[in-house]
């Protein structure tokens, strides 16, 4: 199939696929908003339900201390509940095989 035949859900899949990343290095690729690039990696995790395949999502760390226990794993917490610092990693996203 054409590239430009492919739709920017289809052509995000297979990206992750090659490789985990964030919402905003997707966003950054496909040139859209981050939370575009979100609302399609949510609508991929949905389509995904049908296949043998899953998305899996990395949890956001603090860099500072290390806290992963944040309650939303999916959007980039503004700052660490511990340490309080704003130097938090984005969650990243891969598709994989069950």
Do not use: W, Y
């Not at 696929?17 to 859209?32: K, P, T, V, W």
């Not at 999502?57 to 992963?68: H, L, M, T, Y």
């Amino acid at each position: 199939m054409r590239e430009a035949s492919r739709t920017t859900r289809e052509r995000m899949a297979d990206r992750l696929r090659e490789e985990s990343l964030s919402a905003s290095a997707l966003a950054r690729e496909f040139e859209l908003g981050t939370s575009t690039a979100l609302t399609h990696v949510e609508h991929i995790a949905q389509t995904l339900t049908h296949t043998d395949e899953m998305l899996l999502v990395a949890p956001p760390v603090c860099r500072d201390c290390g806290f992963d226990g944040f309650d939303d794993l999916v959007n980039r917490p503004s700052r660490c509940p511990d340490c309080k610092s704003e130097n938090v990693e984005e969650p990243a996203f891969r598709v994989d095989s069950e």
